[in-house]
């Protein structure tokens, strides 16, 4: 699906599909966290590699709300991974990866400090 965001200075999704989410230009078809404030970083290499330490590192982009794309059908992470984020009173919500795109894209153009973790299943 392509997505036509109105002017903003936050990164946002340009589109997405099966295996791969774009950023302006750019394809991505690896699993990644991005930020509204530009941060992109990779992410677990799969649902079942998850782990306490990557949402650490979610933590440590001291945003307000984090979007969990967890694939094709929604998979919530374990309450025990998401204590770094619950520490710091940083909100999480898991969706599918498509739903979880728009959400960003919304949260993201309201000028909120937002990012996004996707496993982009292929």
């Known amino acids: 699906m392509k997505l036509q965001p109105d002017q903003s200075s936050a990164q946002t999704i340009s589109g997405y599909g099966p295996g791969w989410v774009g950023v302006g230009p750019e394809k991505i078809t690896h699993n990644v966290v991005l930020s509204s404030r530009g941060d992109r970083l990779p992410w677990a290499d799969s649902y079942e590699a ?4 990557h949402f650490e590192a ?6 307000e709300v984090v979007i969990f794309g967890s694939g094709e059908r929604i998979r919530f992470p374990k309450p025990a ?3 770094s984020l619950a520490q710091r009173r940083i909100g999480i919500e898991t969706m599918d990866t498509a739903a979880a795109c728009r959400t960003y894209n919304v949260l993201a153009q309201e000028g909120r400090e937002v990012a996004v973790a ?3 299943v292929p």
């Open 81 to 83: 991974w998401l204590a």
């Open 58 to 63: 979610l933590a440590r982009l001291q945003v």
């Open 50 to 53: 998850l782990g306490p330490e």
């Open 118 to 120: 996707l496993l982009l």
